[in-house]
C-alpha cells in the first residue's frame, strides 16, 4: 500500500480528503492556497489548499452517512478495521516521518516517534473497543434497566501544528473506536501527514467518508465545522484563545467540547531530590519538541537550600541539546518571532537569562537557543504566560506550602511533577497541585494509558485512556416495565 505520492523536487499541494477521494483544489490554487514551510531553511515547500464552508458540508454529509453504519458494526468489525490502519500507518512510518519532519521541523528520530504513537493510537483504541459497555441498574422486581453508550455522530477535530498525525490519531482513534465519524481540520502550516492518515483509512478498508480532512485557516474551515448543525461534537487542541473562541460558537449550539489548551506546568524539586535525575528529565520536560508541547513543564520549583546546585546540573543537561538531533527549530514564523519577543521582554523585566546556544541558530532557519531564566518570581509575565518554546524559568521557594501556592498560582492546570525522596510528601503535594496530570520522580513524555487534560485555563474534556471513551459517547437510560402478572409469576 502506498501514500498518495508528491511529485519529488516540486513544491506539493496539499489536497482535501473528503468522501474517501482526494479534492484537488482546481482554479483556486493560486491566490487562496497557504504557503508551508521548512522551518529549518525558513523555504516554502508547498502549499495548503484553504477549505470553505461548502466544502466541510460536504464532508460532514459523508460523515454523516458513513457514520450509520460504522456505528452498527461489530466491535470486533471495527477493532479489525482499526487495527489494519495502525499497520499501514508503521508500514509506512518513514515517508509519514519525513513529511511531518519537514513541515513540523521536528528532528528525524522525534519525528518518527510521532508517527510511531500515532499507530498505537489506533491499535489501543482498536483493541479496546470491547471494553465498553453498559451497565444494568436495580430498580427492583418490577423492572429492567440498563444504559448503552451510543457514538454522537459526526465529530470536528481541529488539530494544532506542533504534532499533526499524533494530536489526529488522539482524537480520531477513540472517537471511530465507538462508532463516530470525523471531520478533520489539520494546521494549515502542517497538513500533509493527516491528509494522508485519510489515504491510509481507506486502504485499511474504512468506510468511504469515515474520515475526512478538510484543510485550511480556523477562521474559515475551524468555524464551519463547529457551527454546521450536524457535528454532534468537537475535539480542540491549540491555544487558549482560540478555545474560547469555539467555546462561544459551541455554547450557541449546546455542543459539546473537549478542549486541551495551554499549560504553565510546575515541576517541583525539593532538596532531598535526587537532583542529578531531576535536572536532566527538567531538561527534557520543557525543550522537547523545543518546547512547543502544552504540558511542558516550564515553571521549574526548586527548593532554595538546593537551587544553585540544581541550576548548575540543569544547564549542564540543557548544553547537551543539540540541534537538529535533540531540538529542531520553531515550527512557525509567527512562533519564532513571539517567542524572540518574549525573551527581550523577559530580560528587561529583571530575569536572568542562561543561555546555551545551538548551532544551527543564525543558518536562516527558526531555531532558539533553550533558555533559562533565573532571578523570576511567579508574578513575572515570563512565569505566568505560555511561552511554547525552548524557555524555562526557576523559582525557589523554602518549604512545602509555598511550592504548592506557587505551583497552583497559575491560569494553568494541565500538569505538574514533584521530586522528592519522601513519598509520603509526594503523594501529599501530588494531591494538591491543581493539574489534571502530576507525575512523581519522572515527567513523562506521550503515553497513551494515562487520562490527559486540564484544570482551568488548561481546558476540560480527557483525551488518552480509557476515560477518553467516555468523552466521544453518550450515555441513554432504558427501562422496561415488566406486566403484573409476569412479576407475580403468571
Known sequence: MALHPFPSGQLRTVPHWIDGAVVAPGESAGADALEIINPRTDVVVGHSVSGTAEQVDAAVAAATAAQKSWSRQSALTRSEALTRLARLILDNAE???????????????????????????????????????GETIDMGGGYHSYTLREAYGVVGVITPWNAPLNQAARAA??????????????SEFTPTTTFQL??????????????????????????????????SKVAFTGSVRTGQAIGALAAQRVLPLSLELGGKSANIVFADADLQKAATVAARGFLGNSGQACSAGTRILVQ????????????????????DQDMGPLTTRAQYRKVRDILAEAGQQGA????????????????????VFTGVDNSMPIARDEVFGPVGVVIPFEEESEAIEIANDSDYGLAGAVWTRDLDRAHRVAREIESGQVYINTYLGPTIELPFGGHKM???????????????THTKAIA????????SGH
Open 95 to 133: 515517508e509519514l516521518a519525513a513529511a511531518e519532519a519537514e513541515e513540523t521541523g521536528h528532528p528525524a528520530a522525534g519525528a518518527l516517534a510521532e508517527v510511531e504513537a500515532a499507530a498505537q493510537y489506533f491499535s489501543y483504541y482498536g483493541g479496546m473497543i470491547p471494553a465498553l459497555t
Open 173 to 186: 482513534a477513540p472517537a471511530l473506536a465507538v462508532g463516530n465519524a470525523v471531520v478533520i481540520k489539520p
Open 198 to 231: 485519510g489515504v491510509l483509512a481507506q486502504q485499511a478498508g474504512l468506510p468511504d467518508g469515515l474520515i475526512n480532512i478538510v484543510s485550511g485557516a480556523g477562521p474559515t474551515v475551524g468555524e464551519a465545522i463547529v457551527t454546521h448543525r450536524k457535528v
Open 304 to 323: 532554595r537550600t538546593a537551587h544553585d546546585e540544581f541550576v548548575g546540573l540543569l544547564m549542564a543537561a540543557v548544553e547537551k541539546f543539540a540541534a
Open 352 to 371: 536572568t537569562a542562561h543561555v546555551a546556544p545551538l548551532a544551527a541558530e543564525g543558518t536562516g532557519g527558526l531555531f532558539v537557543s533553550p533558555t
Open 458 to 472: 488548561s481546558g476540560y474534556g480527557r483525551e488518552k485512556g480509557f476515560e477518553t471513551l467516555m468523552h466521544y
Open 480 to 487: 422496561v416495565e415488566f406486566s403484573a402478572g409476569a412479576v
